[in-house]
């Protein structure tokens, strides 16, 4: 788009210069170089490929006088271009298709973000639920969240930390530090579990009574 909107004028003005301005120029090549001062970004190179075929077909012969010296290498930058604009356009649809997958999860995650709700509890209800859950009682925390986020730390950290519980050191230094490492991680579990439980939802489409070949549903 650059070569034609503001190189193109200047080749086109620089030969009918060096041929000898004529009728023709104000006829025809006027409101053609017009043309090109006006092309404008687009999401095809349809009008840019239909300049060069005007100025090959139209424009080319009468500017250059002919000249053979002259028209073949002007030929041959035109064919160059109208490639160009073949190649452009079939990056663009790849990058056409990229930026729509990013835009999809960049609007994906803005629902997210804004529709899901990430309150947890607490940080006091997240240690008692990991130290009942260490002490075999019920907890207001699901089990399955807890015994991930416990083995999400080192094995050597839990078993210290159950052992300091089960022995009664749960106000020791060590106890406290390894079961804040553990509340820390819980609430990392507990949000990811509400993200894809939102995922999930966002997954599934309207409720059909009849399944059709090759579609995917989701089973309840």
């Known amino acids: 788009f650059e070569t034609l909107r503001f190189h193109m ?3 086109l003005l620089t030969l009918s ?3 000898g301005r004529n009728r023709w ?3 025809v090549l006027g409101p053609f170089i017009r043309k090109l001062q006006e092309l404008k970004p687009s999401f095809t190179a349809d009008t840019a490929k239909y300049l060069v075929r005007e100025c090959r077909e139209n424009i080319a012969l ?3 006088a002919g000249v053979a010296s002259v028209l073949d290498p002007f030929h041959s930058w035109l064919d160059a271009i109208g490639q160009s604009c073949e190649q452009i356009e079939e990056a663009a649809k790849e990058v056409y298709e990229i930026v729509t997958s990013v835009e999809i999860g960049i609007r994906l995650g803005h629902d997210l973000i804004t529709q899901v709700s990430w309150k947890i509890p607490n940080d006091n209800v997240l240690k008692k639920a990991i130290l009942d859950h260490i002490n075999g009682l019920n907890t207001e925390v699901n089990n399955r969240r807890i015994r991930s986020a416990m083995n999400l730390v080192t ?3 839990k078993r210290t930390l159950i052992e300091l519980v089960k022995s009664g050191l749960t106000k020791s230094k060590p106890a ?3 079961l804040a490492r553990c509340k820390t991680l819980l609430q ?3 949000r990811r579990e509400i993200l894809n439980e939102a995922i999930r939802d966002l997954s599934k489409g309207d409720y059909v009574d ?3 070949h090759d579609e995917w549903y989701w089973i309840e």
């Open 9 to 11: 004028p200047a080749v």
């Open 155 to 157: 094995p050597r950290d």
């Open 25 to 27: 120029d104000a006829r």
């Open 62 to 64: 009468n500017v250059s």
């Open 176 to 178: 406290q530090l390894l």
């Open 17 to 19: 210069t060096l041929r």
């Open 188 to 190: 990392r579990e507990l």
């Open 210 to 212: 009849k399944v059709e």
